[in-house]
């Protein structure tokens, strides 16, 4: 096959860049994989059309008759009858979501044998938003020595911020997306989150109310986060079916300080699902406590 007959059968312009090339063969691809549609590819076709991509790639070039040296097939996949050239123009061009699989399937195998493994917490804290607690272990030891009885203590970070999703937006789609299983099936007792991340799920009523905590502890307003909680019915109409405090500033706390905890707010609620309220309700007033003595 000559260069002008390969531009001609893979459908792109005389002189087409490498990028253009593999763009059109991905399609092409794609095409010849597709499952029960009208435009699927003959083998022929499909042959002909890996032979066009490989010339115009630099990928083979004319041999003389006696520089032709057949590779031999490999036996299992004769057996198995897979055609041994498709197979590796399909591993080539899916590389990419081979190994985002390959890092999903081992980080899935590592959360399972996480699972299996872990000491139930009993306390489990979350860091969300524009907040980062930076020293953990004595996040730990602080709420270890100041709350007798508990003994295992879980703690995470969830950072979602302006910054990272001009960086990073992956990553910070993929914050965002733990975010929401955290809230909706996690076992999470007390997130801790800037105000943005606060009013996106205190609204959706993923905390527990706080107003007796906030009256017993004597709270000023500005210290306390009231948020109404809305309802939508089948017709779309949302409407409001409580309201309270659902949030306490805990951003002058000395064990978050101690803890090299920064943010620009720093709130704390109970989720809904926490398995440990009263452990929760005591590590608040501990965050509280501690504001009061260093002030």
């Not at 109404?228 to 659902?246: A, L, N, P, Q």
């Amino acid at each position: 096959m000559q260069k002008q007959e390969a531009y001609k059968t893979l459908g792109v312009k005389e002189g087409a860049s490498r990028s253009e090339i593999e763009k059109r063969y991905a399609i092409i691809l794609r095409r010849y994989r597709a499952v029960g549609t009208d435009e699927k590819l003959s083998d022929d076709d499909f042959d002909k059309i890996t032979e066009a991509y490989n010339l115009l790639m630099g990928y083979n070039y004319e041999m003389k008759d006696n520089e032709i040296k057949p590779q031999k097939p490999n036996p299992l996949l004769q057996k198995l009858g897979i055609n041994e050239e498709k197979l590796k123009n399909s591993l080539y061009y899916f590389r990419i979501h081979i190994i985002v699989g390959i890092i999903i399937l081992v980080t899935v195998i590592f959360s399972i044998r996480g699972c299996v493994n872990r000491v139930d917490p009993d306390l489990y804290l979350v860091f969300m938003g524009e907040i980062y607690c930076s020293e953990t272990e004595q996040l730990e030891e602080d709420v270890k020595s100041k709350m007798p009885g508990i003994e295992a203590v879980g703690i995470e970070n969830i950072l979602i911020s302006r910054a990272q999703e001009k960086q990073d937006p992956q990553v910070q789609m993929a914050m965002l997306q733990k975010a929401g299983v955290l809230m909706a099936v996690g076992d999470v007792d007390v997130f801790i989150l800037d105000e943005i991340n606060f009013k996106r799920f205190a609204k959706q009523g993923a905390f527990k109310k706080l107003d007796e905590l906030a009256s017993e502890l004597n709270l000023e307003e500005d210290k306390v986060y009231v948020e109404k909680i809305e309802e939508e019915d089948k017709e779309g109409r949302i409407s409001i079916v409580d309201e309270g405090v659902y949030g306490i500033d805990v951003s002058d706390s000395k064990i978050l300080e101690d803890s090299k905890t920064v943010g620009s707010e720093m709130i704390a609620v109970i989720s809904i699902r926490s398995k440990n309220y009263d452990n929760s309700v005591e590590f608040i007033k501990q965050l509280i406590n501690s504001s009061i003595e260093s002030s």
